[in-house]
C-alpha cells in the first residue's frame, strides 16, 4: 500500500489525483490539504485547510508527496519531501523553478525521487528513461501555444481574463491557465526541465502543437526522437507519477490515430515574450528564476482581478527580472527574501501602472 500525501486536494490536478487513488487498490491518501477551500468531501484521515504544510506531513508520514498546491506556497512542501528522501510527485512546478539549486542539494542529501506530474515532463521521463546525458541531443517541450495562437500584438491588447481563461486543450486552475495564453507556462517548464532532466539550456526546444496530443519528445543523437502521445488529460500523468514504476490502468480511451492532426511550429516569442524572459531568466540562474516567478504571480492576479492589462503581464516581469542583482540563495531564507522582494517591486510596478 502506497500512502499518498495530496496538498492541493481542492484544485484541478487534486481532484483529478483523488479519482486516481480511490480507483487504485494499491493507493491510499493519508492526508489531504487545501489553501482554503473546505475539504468536506474529501476522505482522508488527516485534513488541514491553510496552515503549515510541514507540519502536516510530519504527522502523516507519507510515502509520497503529491505536490498539486498553485505558486512558490508550495516550497515547504517540495523541500520537506527532497530533503527526507520521501518520493516527491510534483506538479508545483513553481516550487522547483524559484528555488532550482537549493532543491536540487535538497534532493541529492535526501535521496528520493521526483516524479514529473506536468505532462510534458512526464512524457520526457519516460521517453529518457535509462539513457545517460551524452545520448541526448535535445528535449523539446511542446505546447498547444494557449487561446491566443496566431493573434498579433494589436490583437492582444484589449483580451479579458474571461478569453484568456479559454484554454483551447486543457481543463486547468485558473492561474496555470493565464500562464499558458502568455506562454509563461512554458517559459516555468523550460526551467523546470532544466533542473528535473539536468540538461543544459541550449538543448531544451519549445515547439507549438496545437491539439495537445504530442505531450513532448527527446531526440537522441544518433537520429532517433522519442516522443510521447495521449490525448490530453491529467490523469494519465498523475497515475504514472503515483504508480511509477507501474504503469496502472485508466478510464482512458486508447488513442484513436486516425482522428489526430499533428502540426508544429515554433513559438512566436515576438508576441509572447514571456518565453524568452523565461530562458533569460534560466540562463542567468541565481535568483532569477525565482523573480520571473514571483512577478508573474503579482501579474497573473493583478490581471485575473481586472487590475492589469495581459499585454502588462511581460511589462511587470521584464521590469522585476532587470532588477536582479547578484543576490545570493545560499537557503530557503534568502530564497523567501528574494521572492517576497520581487513581489515588492512588481506590485510597486503595478501601482504605476
Ligand atoms: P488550482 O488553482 O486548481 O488548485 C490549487 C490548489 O492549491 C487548491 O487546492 C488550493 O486550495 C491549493 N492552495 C493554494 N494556495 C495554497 C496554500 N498557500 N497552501 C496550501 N494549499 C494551497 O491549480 P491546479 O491547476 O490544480 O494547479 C496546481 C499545480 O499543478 C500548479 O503548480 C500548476 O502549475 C500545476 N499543473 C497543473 C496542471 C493542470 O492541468 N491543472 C497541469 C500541469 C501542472
Ligand atoms: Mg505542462
Request: hydrophobic letters at 45%; proline letters at 5%; aromatic letters at 4%.
Amino acid at each position: 500500500m502506497k500512502r499518498v500525501a495530496l496538498l492541493g486536494a481542492t484544485g484541478s490536478i487534486g481532484r483529478q489525483a483523488i479519482e486516481i487513488i480511490e480507483a487504485h487498490s494499491g493507493l491510499e491518501l493519508c492526508a489531504a490539504a487545501s489553501g482554503s477551500t473546505p475539504l468536506d468531501s474529501v476522505s482522508a484521515p488527516l485534513k488541514q485547510v491553510g496552515g503549515d504544510l510541514t507540519e502536516l506531513l510530519d504527522r502523516a508520514e507519507p510515502d509520497v508527496v503529491l505536490n498539486a498546491v498553485v505558486g512558490f506556497a508550495g516550497i515547504h512542501a517540495t523541500l520537506w519531501a527532497l530533503e527526507r528522501g520521501v518520493d516527491l510527485a510534483l506538479a508545483n512546478k513553481e516550487s522547483l523553478v524559484a528555488a532550482g539549486d537549493l532543491a536540487l542539494a535538497a534532493h541529492e542529501r535526501g535521496g528520493g525521487r521526483i516524479l514529473p506530474v506536468d505532462s510534458e515532463h512526464s512524457a520526457i521521463f519516460q521517453c529518457l528513461e535509462g539513457r545517460s546525458d551524452e545520448q541526448i541531443d535535445t528535449l523539446v517541450l511542446t505546447g498547444s501555444g494557449g487561446p491566443f495562437r496566431g493573434r498579433t500584438r494589436a490583437e492582444l491588447e484589449d483580451v479579458t481574463p474571461e478569453q484568456a481563461l479559454a484554454h483551447p486543450t486543457w481543463r486547468m486552475g485558473p492561474k496555470i491557465t493565464i500562464d499558458s495564453a502568455t506562454l509563461a507556462n512554458k517559459g516555468l517548464e523550460l526551467i523546470e526541465a532544466h533542473f528535473l532532466f539536468g540538461v543544459p539550456y541550449g538543448q531544451i526546444d519549445v515547439a507549438i502543437q496545437p491539439t495537445s496530443v504530442v505531450h513532448s519528445l527527446v531526440r537522441f543523437r544518433d537520429g532517433a526522437a522519442l516522443a510521447h502521445l495521449g490525448y490530453p488529460d491529467m490523469r494519465v500523468p498523475i497515475s504514472y507519477a503515483l504508480t511509477y514504476p507501474e504503469r496502472a490502468a485508466t478510464p482512458l480511451a486508447p488513442l484513436d490515430l486516425t482522428s489526430l492532426t499533428l502540426e508544429f511550429s515554433a513559438p512566436d516569442v515576438d508576441t509572447f515574450p514571456m518565453l524568452a524572459l523565461a530562458r533569460e531568466a534560466g540562463e542567468k540562474g541565481g535568483a532569477a528564476p525565482c523573480v520571473f516567478n514571483a512577478a508573474n504571480e503579482v501579474a497573473v492576479a493583478a490581471f485575473l482581478a481586472g487590475r492589469l492589462p495581459f499585454l502588462a503581464i511581460a511589462e511587470v516581469v521584464g521590469g522585476a527580472l532587470a532588477a536582479v542583482g547578484d543576490e545570493s540563495v545560499r537557503d530557503l531564507d534568502d530564497l523567501i527574501e528574494v521572492d517576497r522582494a520581487a513581489r515588492a517591486t512588481a506590485e510597486g510596478t503595478l501601482a504605476a501602472a
